[in-house]
């Protein structure tokens, strides 16, 4: 998936969710965090799109806090490690509640 293709799938996401009051970086990173290639650090990415990474790691913070997944996915979407789609992929694609 190029930058450009996450990119218009994260605005798309963002716009979706825009009526939920979540701050702009929040969105930003949950839009990331739904739409990248599995295996390419979140880290890398954010930086491609201007997002910082104390940005990602405090999103990440509250999805795990939330309940929304796993310290340890947080951990390995932050490194690149993961090979899964996480949760968030299936929250990208639904109604904002």
Do not use: D
């Not at 295996?39 to 999103?59: D, E, F, K, P, Y």
């Not at 913070?61 to 690149?80: P, W």
């Not at 299936?90 to 904002?96: I, K, M, S, T, V």
Request: with cysteine; proline share 3%.
């Amino acid at each position: 998936m190029s930058i450009n293709r996450i990119r218009e799938e994260a605005a798309r996401i963002v716009e979706r969710w825009a009526a939920e009051s979540r701050s702009v970086a929040e969105l930003r990173v949950l839009a990331l965090l739904a739409v990248h290639p599995a295996g390419l650090s979140i880290a890398v990415l954010a930086a491609q799109l201007g997002i910082t990474r104390q940005a990602v790691q405090m999103s990440c913070a509250r999805l795990h806090a939330a309940g929304r997944i796993t310290r340890r996915a947080a951990v390995r979407r932050l490194r690149g490690t993961s090979n899964k789609r996480p949760f968030l992929y299936q929250l990208a694609n639904q109604e904002p509640s």
